[in-house]
């Protein structure tokens, strides 16, 4: 006769699993889900002031390294020159002047004035907004490496003919190179990256999320950015040409819509260093690197300006075809914000 076994007693039962933790999404500095780059900063925690706020930030540190690197760069150009030049008529020294300002210590000053944006857009949203600064990188909060690389390979053979063709069809005009061209070569691989990372990190990365905070949807932040990112951009650049202004208004459109679109500055920051990085090497190895560069005598051609819109323009639509095959995210994921 078999008789029931005695159930277990519930102490000898397997504890309840135990309570999952708290997912990141609960965090305070994180952005809404499913939000879109433009409106990262867009949190119940933002307020009408912060990009005010952040505004004046940005502001004060670019007059503070501005303070910082003028005495540096005065010394550097008096070591080129001497002091005498500074007052001399004669169109030969003010030749010697004109061209060490493209020397290797002006170009190494310059170029870690223009880094150095990178950390100022990144303690503007750090100080002063609500949102941790990670995600000026992306909706990720963070760098996305593989995207970021891809992005240069992509661009890199269409700038090497954009630029290549455009020297053969001016007649390949050649000069002798600047003494220190080995370190302007150097630097031009080396830095100038940074210096055109620090210029999206600002005039992009960021210009867009202040303004998008303010509004409910993103187009009319697109809209708004666009336009004063293509101005401050293009007068940040010294010409008043109308041609060079809407050259480089496209190109700070371009990067503003990859940026939307892509969901961070990755593919942005790879257009402005490719292009820059082609142009200067090939400039200092062909000794033409003066004529690369828009100062506040640099003049433009409705010719080229349609040239290189014409490749801005598919640069662009390559990225974004690119980052459509690379299912890049365009908005913050679930496991990454936080829930409205």
Same mark, same amino acid.
């Given at each position: 006769?078999?008789?029931?076994?005695?159930?277990?007693?519930?102490?000898?039962?397997?504890?309840?699993?135990?309570?999952?933790?708290?997912?990141?999404?609960?965090?305070?500095?994180?952005?809404?889900?499913?939000?879109?780059?433009?409106?990262?900063?867009?949190?119940?925690?933002?307020?009408?002031?912060?990009?005010?706020?952040?505004?004046?930030?940005?502001?004060?540190?670019?007059?503070?390294?501005?303070?910082?690197?003028?005495?540096?760069?005065?010394?550097?150009?008096?070591?080129?020159?001497?002091?005498?030049?500074?007052?001399?008529?004669?169109?030969?020294?003010?030749?010697?002047?004109?061209?060490?300002?493209?020397?290797?210590?002006?170009?190494?000053?310059?170029?870690?004035?223009?880094?150095?944006?990178?950390?100022?857009?990144?303690?503007?949203?750090?100080?002063?907004?609500?949102?941790?600064?990670?995600?000026?990188?992306?909706?990720?909060?963070?760098?996305? *490496?593989? !995207? #970021?690389?891809?992005?240069? &390979? +992509? $661009?890199? @053979? %269409?700038?090497?003919?954009?630029?290549?063709?455009?020297?053969?069809?001016?007649?390949?005009?050649?000069?002798?190179?600047?003494?220190? *061209?080995? !370190? #302007?070569?150097?630097?031009? &691989? +080396? $830095?100038? @990256? %940074?210096?055109?990372?620090?210029?999206?990190?600002?005039?992009?990365?960021?210009?867009?999320?202040?303004?998008?905070?303010?509004?409910?949807?993103?187009?009319?932040?697109?809209?708004?950015?666009?336009?004063?990112?293509?101005?401050?951009?293009?007068?940040?650049?010294?010409?008043?040409?109308?041609?060079?202004?809407?050259?480089?208004?496209?190109?700070?459109?371009?990067?503003?819509?990859?940026?939307?679109?892509?969901?961070?500055?990755?593919?942005?920051?790879?257009?402005?260093?490719?292009?820059?990085?082609?142009?200067?090497?090939?400039?200092?190895?062909?000794?033409?690197?003066?004529?690369?560069?828009?100062?506040?005598?640099?003049?433009?051609?409705?010719?080229?300006?349609?040239?290189?819109?014409?490749?801005?323009?598919?640069?662009?639509?390559?990225?974004?075809?690119?980052?459509?095959?690379?299912?890049?995210?365009?908005?913050?994921?679930?496991?990454?914000?936080?829930?409205?």
């Amino acid at each position: 006769m078999t008789t029931a076994s005695t159930p277990p007693s519930p102490a000898s039962w397997p504890p309840a699993p135990a309570a999952a933790p708290t997912p990141p999404g609960r965090r305070l500095d994180l952005p809404i889900i499913g939000a879109e780059y433009p409106q990262l900063l867009r949190t119940p925690r933002s307020r009408w002031w912060h990009p005010l706020l952040s505004a004046g930030f940005v502001l004060g540190s670019v007059l503070v390294l501005l303070a910082v690197l003028t005495l540096p760069m005065m010394l550097a150009l008096v070591s080129e020159v001497g002091w005498d030049v500074f007052a001399s008529a004669d169109p030969a020294d003010l030749a010697r002047v004109e061209e060490a300002l493209f020397s290797a210590p002006m170009m190494l000053l310059n170029n870690l004035m223009l880094a150095a944006f990178i950390g100022v857009a990144l303690l503007a949203v750090a100080v002063c907004h609500p949102v941790a600064a990670r995600f000026v990188h992306s909706v990720q909060g963070r760098i996305r *490496w593989r !995207w #970021l690389l891809r992005a240069h &390979l +992509v $661009l890199l @053979p %269409l700038f090497l003919v954009y630029v290549l063709g455009t020297w053969a069809l001016d007649g390949a005009p050649t000069a002798p190179r600047a003494e220190d *061209w080995v !370190w #302007l070569v150097a630097m031009g &691989l +080396v $830095l100038t @990256p %940074l210096q055109a990372a620090g210029e999206e990190y600002l005039f992009r990365g960021w210009l867009l999320l202040a303004i998008g905070s303010w509004f409910r949807r993103p187009l009319p932040a697109i809209l708004i950015a666009a336009a004063v990112s293509a101005v401050t951009f293009s007068l940040a650049h010294g010409s008043f040409d109308p041609w060079i202004l809407l050259d480089l208004s496209v190109f700070a459109v371009a990067a503003v819509l990859l940026t939307w679109r892509t969901g961070g500055l990755e593919a942005a920051v790879a257009l402005h260093v490719v292009n820059n990085v082609v142009v200067i090497v090939f400039g200092t190895l062909a000794g033409t690197v003066n004529e690369s560069f828009v100062d506040v005598e640099t003049t433009g051609s409705p010719l080229g300006t349609a040239v290189s819109a014409a490749v801005i323009a598919l640069s662009t639509a390559l990225l974004l075809w690119q980052a459509r095959r690379a299912g890049i995210a365009r908005t913050v994921p679930v496991s990454v914000g936080a829930r409205p």
